[in-house]
């Protein structure tokens, strides 16, 4: 599959998205570009803004095995990773997969599930795999988990851990609408809008496993040149010497950043990733793999201010 065929398919499933989904233009499209890089995306904002509706639509308009997991604080490992249960006619255990093995994964108000059930999903996240008893079971691809949370000042939330925060992505926040969207918003209810019957609003699957798939394999095969590669690695490691960041980026993040950016040039009909392109996905990138020191925290910092200092110390490569 060429960029120009990527290209259009990105811009019908943008366009199904939007029967539902009023703006959040940019939360619609790195949960897109994370779904082509081969990666996980978390949606952080505060409730009522659509992150699990995003996440729903999103699993309507791609036809591939969509589940969601309400997360709370009694739900166990077990519950989302699965079990064996004991099968009295063959006399022998028998594992029953859980809600992870699927194509798209809603967990929903992930940070409300207990660090127990959070640590269960790391290992699913990075080898999209689940070991059990001592077998390991793969996890058929395509395979994105789409985590939601509130943000950490909320009460009965639990913070995610540095390791289980690195596995995605992507960090994308939803905000408040405009007070134009929200107009709009409303004027859909009125109509006799109903988020809960999407077939009557017309939203249809654009995209089958297989054209995914390609898509993905398309995205690595993206040319990408040495000076943007050395950008990518300069940005990220100013993180870890940056005056108000404790604990810089790992090179996780680089491999997400250069993957990012290979989807970002591509839904826009090119073979190629510019510089352009790394610093426009930077953010979603960085904004959750940097730990600030507590004066930064203090004085009201924020990952995203700090990143926009680097971006403008760090040279664009030019030709």
């Keep these: 599959m060429n960029p120009a065929e990527?290209?259009?398919?990105?811009?019908?499933?943008?366009?199904?998205?939007?029967?539902?989904?009023?703006?959040?233009h940019e939360v619609v499209e790195g949960a897109l570009l994370a779904l082509f890089a081969h990666g996980h995306v978390l949606i952080e904002g505060a409730p009522g803004l659509g992150k699990t509706l995003l996440a729903n639509v999103l699993g309507r308009v791609l036809s591939c095995q969509f589940r969601r997991v309400q997360c709370t604080p009694d739900l166990m490992p077990a519950d989302l990773v699965g079990h064996s249960v004991f099968d009295a006619k063959t006399q022998a255990f028998v594992f029953r997969p859980?809600?992870?093995?699927?194509?798209?994964?809603?967990?929903?108000?992930?940070?409300?599930?207990?660090?127990?059930?959070?640590?269960?999903?790391l290992e699913a996240l990075q080898e999209r795999q689940v070991t059990t008893d001592g077998t390991t079971y793969p996890i058929e691809p395509p395979f994105i988990t789409i985590a939601t949370q509130n943000p950490l000042e909320y009460e009965g939330t639990?913070?995610?851990?540095?390791?289980?925060?690195?596995?995605?992505?992507?960090?994308?926040?939803?905000?408040?609408?405009?007070?134009?969207?929200e107009t709009k918003i409303l004027e859909r209810y009125e109509r006799g809008f109903d988020l809960f019957d999407m077939e009557a609003l017309g939203v249809a699957p654009v995209l089958s496993r297989q054209l995914i798939l390609e898509i993905i394999a398309a995205c690595k095969s993206i040319r990408i040149e040495s000076q943007v590669i050395d950008y990518i690695t300069k940005i990220?490691?100013?993180?870890?010497?940056?005056?108000?960041?404790?604990?810089?980026?790992?090179?996780?993040?680089s491999v997400g950043?250069?993957?990012g950016s290979r989807a970002?040039?591509?839904?826009?009909?090119?073979?190629?990733v510019t510089p352009d392109d790394v610093r426009y996905i930077a953010p979603w990138t960085l904004r959750h793999r940097i730990v600030l020191t507590p004066d930064a925290i203090v004085q009201e910092v924020t990952p995203d201010g700090i990143l926009r200092q680097i971006f403008e110390a760090v040279e664009v490569p030019r030709k």
């Design 257 to 259: 950043l250069l993957m």
């Design 264 to 272: 970002a040039a591509v839904v826009r009909g090119r073979d190629y």
């Design 6 to 24: 990527i290209q259009a398919n990105y811009e019908k499933l943008r366009e199904e998205i939007a029967k539902v989904i009023v703006g959040q």
């Design 236 to 253: 990220v490691s100013r993180t870890r010497d940056w005056p108000g960041i404790f604990m810089g980026a790992s090179p996780r993040a």
């Design 158 to 181: 639990y913070p995610l851990p540095e390791a289980q925060v690195d596995r995605f992505m992507f960090k994308l926040l939803i905000d408040y609408p405009s007070q134009e969207e």
């Design 98 to 121: 859980g809600p992870v093995f699927t194509n798209i994964l809603l967990a929903d108000e992930v940070n409300r599930a207990t660090p127990k059930t959070q640590s269960a999903m």
